[in-house]
């Protein structure tokens, strides 16, 4: 009797079918291994460099003194049991010694991690591929005056101890956080003085310095760690809306760091102040002039850069918006003939002026001028109060 023959697949057949199945089981887990590794090897360490404690090989947090020693440990000739680093290491090296041993910056690094002027290594390894540390100008990194009194804001500094006493009215207020190392907040002190002036009336103003620790962290974002940052770096600005006064309902500021952008963005989102539309010289006549109510004064500024209007004067068209109408218009040379012509109006003064086809009345004051104290010109409303400082575009 015969015996059945037994069926043998071919081990090849076997084996590719084996690993086809295993492949559709382990795709997924297998591209996620493998973007876990890209992340660790190259995302990662770009976005969070080693330290520079770590550059000198020395304990985080060390002392100036340790950071010197360490620094010299590297660069000195004269130790044969020290292997000295290539010039792009070097770069690095001195960079950390730089920053660690100036007090303001070692102490904003440590406690805040802003580490203002990190570009500069990727600057300076670019412009001098190959060439020698001696050839490199230093120091890597540009000293800021760090003389308070050499400052904007020295007048205005707040600390724990008097820190409620923003609070003392109703009024919103303003807060920015700055270092007296940062090369940001010294370039920035200018256009901090005059949004105080621009603010002066309409909210309270105060400077805080990275040095009142328990202070700043209060008013800082937080990590998951518990460390306070800044999100975008210094000069951080935070303001309380009236009648705030803790962290719970304060509002941060994340655009740009100009006059304009900054006092634009208090009025309207922090006073909730009407906007003041710019408008060209055709439709001031036909859509501001000619459909304003009759029995409105019309307020029109003239501005030279076409800046928004300042929240004193959005305060006062929200406080007279019964009895007047306010428009801004960009003065251009070019259109002075028609301006004189027309309503026998001409910059710097803004005009008053009440029913259609009036001439307007001039009064003192100037769109381009924020800051300064402006006249009496709600008189002219027939209202009687005057407008107060603060006049701005």
């Known amino acids: 009797m015969a015996t059945p023959s037994r069926q043998n697949f071919p081990n090849n057949q076997f084996s590719y079918a084996s690993v086809k199945s295993a492949l559709q089981v382990y795709s997924v887990p297998l591209l996620l291994l493998a973007l876990s590794i890209f992340f660790q090897l190259i995302v990662v360490p770009r976005n969070f460099p080693t330290s520079h404690y770590a550059v000198l090989g020395i304990r985080k947090y060390s002392s100036v003194e340790e950071v010197t020693q360490a620094y010299e440990k590297i660069t000195s000739k004269g130790d044969s049991s020290v292997e000295i680093p290539p010039t792009v290491d070097l770069i690095e090296v001195q ?27 990727e600057k300076v390894k670019a412009q001098h591929t190959g060439a020698h540390i001696s050839d490199i100008d230093l120091p890597l990194i540009k000293a800021t005056a760090s003389d308070p009194e050499d400052h904007a804001w020295s007048r205005d500094v707040i600390n724990s101890q008097n820190f409620s006493s923003i609070f003392e009215d109703d009024k919103a207020s303003l807060v920015q956080i700055i270092s ?5 907040c010294a370039q920035f002190s200018a256009n901090w003085k005059k949004i105080v002036n621009v603010l002066d009336g309409v909210a309270n103003t105060g400077t805080i310095e990275l040095g009142d620790v328990q202070l700043t962290a209060y ?44 006092t634009d963005w208090f009025a309207t989102s922090i006073l909730n102040l009407p906007r003041i539309l710019y408008y060209s010289k055709e439709a ?32 006062a068209a929200k406080n007279y918006w019964a009895y007047a109408t306010f428009a801004f218009a960009l003065w251009e040379e070019k259109d002075a003939s028609f301006w004189w012509n027309v309503r026998r109006v001409a910059p710097p003064w803004f005009r008053v002026g009440k029913g259609r086809g009036f001439l307007p009345s001039p009064v003192a004051g100037d769109g381009d001028r924020g800051g300064e104290k402006s006249p009496p010109f709600t008189d002219d409303f027939g209202v009687g109060g005057r407008g107060g400082g603060g006049w701005g575009r």
């Open 180 to 184: 007296y190392g940062s090369d940001r």
């Open 95 to 121: 960079y950390a010694f730089e920053l660690l041993t100036n007090e303001l910056w070692k102490r904003d690094y440590d406690i805040y991690n802003i580490d203002e002027q990190f570009h500069v290594i």
């Open 219 to 262: 008013l800082a974002e937080k990590k998951s760690s518990g460390q306070p940052f800044f999100r975008n770096g210094l000069p951080a600005l935070v303001s309380f809306p009236p009648g705030c006064k803790s962290s719970s309902c304060l509002h941060r500021y994340n655009g740009e760091l100009s006059v304009d952008a900054i």
């Open 284 to 315: 001031m006549v036909h859509s501001f002039l000619a459909k304003s109510k009759p029995h409105k004064v019309k307020v029109i500024f003239f501005s030279t850069s076409g800046e928004r209007a300042y929240p004193l004067i959005r305060q």
